[in-house]
């Protein structure tokens, strides 16, 4: 056999050591369970959001309907005039429409966030021109 010097046998316990200390660590440190952090809705409050977007869908649609209408009667064809000004005017009048009908209707609209205001004038927008376009032909 050979013989340790005294330095590769001070290695080997400090290499050992630390092994054996990496793994009571690693076998004393619990890991957390993942927490989900969804909150789970209960049956009226599911009841009352589905209600929610069902008027939210309904009002943005009869206002881009009015919309066209409206914007048919007054400019026709609107070849005279610039189309993303008309669509910015929808826009903006059916937004401030929209905050002062939803709180009448009970709708919280301090709640809503962008996606929610992007839908409803995706909505309008759609409605609008589809009705425009339904009476140009």
């Known amino acids: ?59 943005s649609s009869i206002l881009g309907i009015l919309a066209g209408l409206i914007l048919y009667s007054q400019y026709g064809t609107g070849e005279d005039r610039m189309w993303y000004a008309i669509l910015m005017i929808v826009i903006g009048i059916t937004y401030y429409v929209q905050k002062l009908i939803y709180p009448s209707l009970k709708i919280n609209v301090k709640e809503f966030k962008f996606k929610d205001w992007f839908y409803v004038e995706f909505m309008v927008i759609d409605f609008f021109l589809v009705t425009w376009t339904l009476l140009l032909n």
């Open 1 to 59: 056999m050979s013989k340790q010097s005294p330095k590769s046998k001070s290695r080997k316990e400090l290499t050992k050591a630390a092994e054996t200390s990496i793994e009571g660590t690693a076998a004393d440190v619990e890991v957390p369970e993942k927490k989900s952090f969804i909150k789970q809705l209960t049956p009226e409050e599911k009841q009352k959001a589905h209600r929610e977007g069902i008027i939210k869908t309904i009002v």
